[in-house]
Antibody, heavy 119, light 112 residues
């Protein structure tokens, strides 16, 4: 069974750094792209970027390029999303998801990690 | 970026009745490889999105056959033949022919 399990909710202050994780299991982690999707409170879905854990090839949405860093550690089947300096506007639910074998859409999703940034 | 426009914004449906959601893209989603990169997701309350339909009309594993997708080019439709209580939530279309993939604004479906 394919599973993506994300790290728990975080409460941070503006300016702090953060790294959240997404652990894949039940499939060959290095053979599928993993992506991150943001959902701000009460809003829709925004595609942030994807990484191919096999070779760490990474693509970002221009809206998120330079704002976050996506990485992966294939030895432990885990992808990461990190911020060096959080802003209040980063408050959102963040989902990781696996890109399906057809290469276009996300087929399996993590449960989400709620990030709250508040002074 | 490709703009995805969904209508209606919300839908209230009697159980057992059909429902239909439209999604229009600002550019054709037909790729030179012959595939059309249009997907449908359902986000049930308090849950992550789940894939319903991929490449316009293919039901994902485990998706009931009351869900169907159709369309081509820039115009797409998701139909639920007989709405059930478990179908409540927000439905999103998404394109991935061009980076960055973009989602429609969502259609909220509720039960009357």
């Amino acid at each position: 069974e394919v599973q993506l399990v994300q790290s728990g909710a975080e409460v941070k202050k503006p300016g702090e750094s953060l790294k959240i994780s997404c652990k894949g299991s039940g499939y060959s982690f290095t053979s599928y792209w993993i992506g991150w999707v943001r959902q701000m409170p009460g809003k829709g879905l925004e595609w942030m970027g994807i990484i191919y854990p096999g070779d760490s090839d990474t693509r970002y949405s221009p809206s998120f390029q330079g704002q976050v860093t996506i990485s992966a550690d294939k030895s432990i089947s885990t992808a990461y999303l990190q911020w060096s300096s959080l802003k209040a506007s980063d408050t959102a639910m963040y989902y990781c998801a696996r890109l399906g074998s057809s290469g276009g859409g996300f087929d399996y999703w993590g449960q989400g990690t709620l990030v709250t940034v508040s002074s | 970026d490709i703009v995805m426009t969904q209508t209606p914004l919300s839908l209230s449906v009697t159980p057992g009745q059909p429902a239909s959601i439209s999604c229009k893209s600002s550019q054709s989603l037909l790729h030179s490889d012959g595939k059309t990169y249009l997907y449908w997701y359902l986000q049930k309350p308090g849950q992550p999105p789940q894939l319903l339909i991929y490449e316009v009309s293919n039901r994902f594993s485990g998706v009931p056959d009351r869900f169907s997708g159709s369309g081509s080019g820039t115009d797409f439709t998701l139909k639920i033949s007989r709405v059930e209580a478990e179908d409540v939530g927000v439905y999103y279309c998404m394109q991935s022919i061009q980076l960055p993939p973009t989602f429609g604004g969502g259609t909220k479906v509720e039960i009357k």
